[in-house]
């Protein structure tokens, strides 16, 4: 059985764009997953809310998200989409966690385990 609670990822790349962890940003753009809610943050806005998960299927439900104003330069450097309301599948393979869309091919997003 794959099972996300009580883990915590960092962000690789999603299906636009790949991120690197510099000494900017030493501590990436993460997910989490703990009692039946995920949550992520950019180090200036974070989301939340719940999911679930039936073997190698995941549902986001409606996500929240805080809307500090983080500017221009930040947000080309830092910021992320990561359309969690098109997530339907998720692969945990060599410390990594993989999101898909309902095909299960189409990258959504990639994570490194923390």
Known sequence: MINLENTS???IKTKDRNYV???EK???ISIS???ANF???DGCNAL???YKTEGNTIEFGPTRATMRYCDEEYMRKFGYYV????VEKFEIKNNKLYLYESDGKTLLAEYSKK
Do not use: I, K, R, Y
Not at 83 to 86: E, N
């Open 48 to 50: 939340g809310g719940e």
């Open 33 to 35: 997953f703990a009692d």
């Open 39 to 41: 949550s992520s943050s």
């Open 21 to 23: 962890v510099n000494e």
């Open 9 to 11: 990822w960092q962000l």
């Open 26 to 28: 030493p501590d990436g």
């Open 83 to 86: 359309p969690f309301h098109s």
